[in-house]
């Protein structure tokens, strides 16, 4: 004899279809950077070595590390622990809010890192008109700091909630958790960006 039968989360359910719709907006990314990689490598190959592939990698690892902190927070949210119950040094008794403040601070230290990057480059002379590497470099990744940027104003709106209401509701879990797959996803794209850009060049 089979149990009730649950409805699914419609919150969820729609944010993975966005998130869909995204995936196929960086599909269509990718697909323009090979294209042109494939019609100038020459470009590329004069291009790509002035990348700092080393601070690149550091500022991945923000990001990946990120998204470790968020999952952290995503489950205390599905427990229901929307802030400490102990001491701020008590790591082990921190809440969603605590876990999400820090994937926010991480969050915002890799979009300083990508400004950097390309404050750097343009005292180089690499600015976005300089030519099709140029161009598409800019376009990806700063779409995708873009995607980042909209990310850590979510984590705002999720962590202002916890204190403008007495009771952790079921949708401030939710909304917790849905936006834990929207980082998720941005993080995985840059993966991919960072391996395409830097490492595959």
Known sequence: MTGPVSRPNMVSVGTIVWLSSELMFFAGLFAMFFTLRATRP????????????????????????????????????????????????????????????LTYIFGSVFVAGQVTEYAKLVSEGVTMSADAWSSVFYLTTGLHGIHVTGGLIAFLLIIGRTFTTRHYSHSQATGAVVTSYYWHFVDVVWIALFAAIYLLG
């Open 42 to 101: 020459d470009l590329w190959a004069e291009r790509v070595p002035i990348l700092d592939v080393q601070y690149a990698l550091i500022n991945t690892l923000i990001l990946v590390v990120s998204s470790v902190w968020c999952q952290l927070g995503v489950l205390k949210a599905e427990d229901g622990i929307p802030s400490r119950t102990g001491s701020l040094l008590q790591v082990g008794q921190w809440g969603m809010r605590e876990w999400y403040v």
